[in-house]
Structure formats: C-alpha cells, structure tokens
C-alpha cells in the first residue's frame, strides 16, 4: 500500500446507550455519548510514517483536513456518524460553541477493543476539546446547520493569532487537541545545527501557535468543503475551485497508480480508507495529499463572504 500512514487495523464497537452514570450523576443523551465515544474512541491507531514541512504562512489546504493524527476514524465508525447524522450534529454544534483555547487535555482510557500491544496510544483527543477529529465529524456528516459555529470559532482563533501577533506576551492558545497533526513549520530545517537549545516553555508556545494556525486553515478548508456540498454556486466557480482542479490534476499526474481508477466505483472497497474520489472534477486522489493554496487574508475574508451570503439564503436550519 502506498500510504503515509501504517494504520494498526482495530475492531471498534460503539455503544449507542450513554455510559453508565456514576451514582449521582446525569447520563448524557445519546448523541453526547456517541460524539464522546467516536471522539474518545475512533477505531484505528497508527504512527505517522512522515511530516510534512509547511511554509509560513501555512497554506489553505483546499477543501480537506491537513492535521490528520495517529488516531483516525475507522471506516465502520464514518458509517456510523452518517447513520446517526441526526443526533450528532446538534451535539457537535453545542460543542463548537463551547470551544475553550484555555484547557489541556485529559488523558483518555484505552479502547477497549485493541488487545494486545498498540504501535501508538491506542485512544484519541479528549472529547471536550476542539480537535482534528471534531472537524472532521463536521465535514463527514455534511453539517451545512454547523457553518455558524465554525464561523464564529474561525474568528476566534483568527483574531488571538492576529493579537499575539500584535502582542507577544499573549498567551497562546491550548491546542491538545491537535496533538501528532503530522506537520512541522519548513523554517526549522533552517535552523543551524549550533542553535541555542530552547527551554520547553519556548517549545510548548511555538507548537501550540503552529498548530493554532494549521487548525485556523483546516476550519477556512471545512466551511468550503460544507459550501462544495451544498453545491453553493460562487465557490464552485473561484478562482479557489480552479486553483484546487489544476493542483488536484497534477497530484493526478504524479500518481500513477491511481490512474486505474474512473469512478469512485472503480476504486475497491478496501483502498477506499485511503483513496478518495472528487466527483466535480472527477478525479481519484489519496486522501493525505493535499491541494495547498497560499493563505491570504483576502482569500480568508472571501471564505467568510461567501459563508454568510450562503447562511442568508437559508433562514432557520441550513
């Protein structure tokens, strides 16, 4: 397999009854204990066979997620999350609202279907912090109804980076849950070998800013994504789309294993967890590859334009 990722394969099974409360306690409603659970326990574990170097501005990453981690969603648990679209969203929505860039993360328990000795932790981000996996329940389900709180969290996140920015003394923002994206910043390939050591401090700060703007760009990359959806007619017809069509044919080009495949028919269903296929432009690709479009803030602000223009053409629920 010609993959990034060695995935150590796991059985995961998913209760769809809350968790038995502690005496005293409030059971969480279904969609609480299911988000939590797929969170917590999203079925495969693997180490990362390569890091990526990213320039700086770290680039838009089209309309995927470029942070991917070494747990992953398991494909019987993205058909899960489809079947239970319905009582998932709302709950994912109450927990975009609830974002907090202040809080560590939990160490959670181990899955309690890998047996035996796990290649990494076998368990994924806490499930109260806003994380790569998150997300990509948000883009897996189609939550066109979540755009208003990505929106709101992309601000958020935008204007803390824009402030430390302004102002180095401001603390960074706490991102747990984006812990192992796979990326590193291309400048520290730079750095001499003779480079003063840095204290952890240090360290911990520059990952958690790194790591706040790969997770900014990979929010800007889901609002598109849920418009591309929706098949919302000016972003299917910018330059973004363009762009993301001509580098998608060149990643085409250089992999000619994928060559085989027309339709995502074509592709079996056993390469299906690392081969994805874009309909508009009818092209496979392998889902680690990313199209990267340079960030800018003009192309952040016509990502937002085109959010809320798309959100009052659709009053109440999208």
């Not at 912090?129 to 935008?158: D, G, M, N």
Request: include cysteine; charge should be negative; proline fraction near 9%.
């Amino acid at each position: 397999m010609n993959s990034r990722l060695l995935l150590l394969p796991t059985l995961f099974l998913v209760s769809l009854l809350p968790f038995a409360a502690r005496a005293g306690s409030v059971s969480p409603t279904e969609g609480e204990a299911l988000l939590n659970d797929l969170l917590r326990w999203p079925g495969s574990y693997g180490q990362l066979c390569d890091a990526f170097p990213v320039p700086s501005p770290i680039p838009l990453p089209a309309f995927r997620i470029q942070t991917e981690g070494e747990a992953s969603f398991s494909q019987k648990n993205l058909a899960l999350m489809k079947e239970k679209r319905a009582v998932l969203v709302p709950v994912v929505r109450k927990r975009l609202q609830g974002v907090d860039f202040t809080r560590h993360e939990k160490v959670q328990p181990n899955d309690p279907s890998v047996v035996g000795e796990a290649e990494s932790r076998p368990w994924g981000p806490d499930p109260t912090l806003f994380s790569t996996l998150l997300l990509q329940v948000v883009r897996e389900t189609k939550a066109l109804e979540a755009l208003p709180e990505l929106i709101e969290v992309e601000a958020r996140l935008h204007d803390l980076l824009a402030e430390i920015a302004k102002n180095p003394a401001t603390p960074p923002p706490v991102m747990d849950g984006f812990m192992g994206c796979g990326l590193y910043p291309a400048r520290q390939a730079q750095e001499p070998e003779n480079a003063p050591e840095k204290d952890e401090a240090t360290v911990e700060r520059e990952r958690n800013l790194f790591l706040a703007e790969a997770a900014h760009r990979d929010l800007l990359a889901v609002m598109g994504a849920l418009l591309r959806f929706a098949g919302y007619e000016p972003i299917l017809n910018s330059k973004l789309e363009a762009d993301y069509g001509k580098g998608l044919r060149e990643l085409y080009e250089k992999n000619e294993d994928l060559h085989a495949y027309k339709s995502k028919q074509d592709i079996p269903e056993a390469e299906r967890e690392w081969i994805g296929f874009d309909q508009l432009h009818r092209l496979p690709h392998y889902k680690w590859e990313h199209v990267a479009i340079p960030y800018s803030e003009a192309l952040r602000n016509q990502m937002r334009i085109w959010v809320g223009d798309y959100l009052k053409t659709k009053p109440g629920k999208p």
